[in-house]
C-alpha cells in the first residue's frame, strides 16, 4: 500500500504559477503510474496529468496542456504538477493517485487508480 501527500497549493493571481507535489511512502514508488486529478465546487472531478512508471510517457488534459507539466523523480518518491500561465478556471482542489501497474502506459480514468491523497487547494484570482 502507498500513502499520498500533496503539498504546494495556495493562492496566485492569473497568469502566475505554482508547483505540486505530491510525495510518496513506501519502496516501489517506480511501480505506480501517477496522475493529477481536480475537483472545483459543484463540479465532478476531472483529469488534468498522469505519467507512466518510468516518466517516459505523459498525457494531458486539453485544457491545460501546454500549460501544465507533470514529471516525477522516481529516486525522491515524489510527482510533479508545475502549472504555469494559471487561469481562475483552474481554481480546485488537486489530487495525485497512484496505480500498482506493470505496464509502461498512462490511465486518465480515475477509477483506473487504487491510491489517493487528500489534495491540495490551488486557488486562481482574476
Known amino acids: 500500500q502507498v500513502q499520498l501527500l500533496e503539498s504546494g497549493g495556495g493562492l496566485v493571481q492569473a497568469g502566475g504559477s505554482l508547483r505540486l507535489s505530491c510525495a510518496a511512502s513506501?519502496?516501489?514508488?517506480?511501480?505506480?503510474?501517477m496522475a493529477w486529478f481536480r475537483q472545483a465546487p459543484g463540479k465532478e472531478r476531472e483529469f488534468v496529468a498522469a505519467?507512466?512508471?518510468?516518466?517516459?510517457?505523459?498525457y494531458y488534459a486539453e485544457s491545460v496542456k501546454g500549460r501544465f507539466t507533470i514529471s516525477r523523480d522516481n529516486a525522491k518518491n515524489t510527482v510533479y504538477l508545475q502549472m504555469n500561465s494559471l487561469k481562475p478556471e483552474d481554481t480546485a482542489v488537486y489530487s495525485c493517485?497512484?496505480?500498482?501497474?506493470?505496464?509502461?502506459?498512462?490511465?486518465?480514468?480515475?477509477?483506473?487508480?487504487?491510491?489517493w491523497g487528500q489534495g491540495t487547494q490551488v486557488t486562481v484570482s482574476s
Open positions: 493517485a497512484a496505480k500498482d501497474t506493470a505496464g509502461l502506459s498512462v490511465y486518465v480514468r480515475a477509477s483506473s487508480y487504487d491510491y
Open positions: 505519467i507512466s512508471r518510468s516518466g517516459d510517457r505523459t
Open positions: 513506501g519502496r516501489t514508488f517506480g511501480s505506480y503510474a
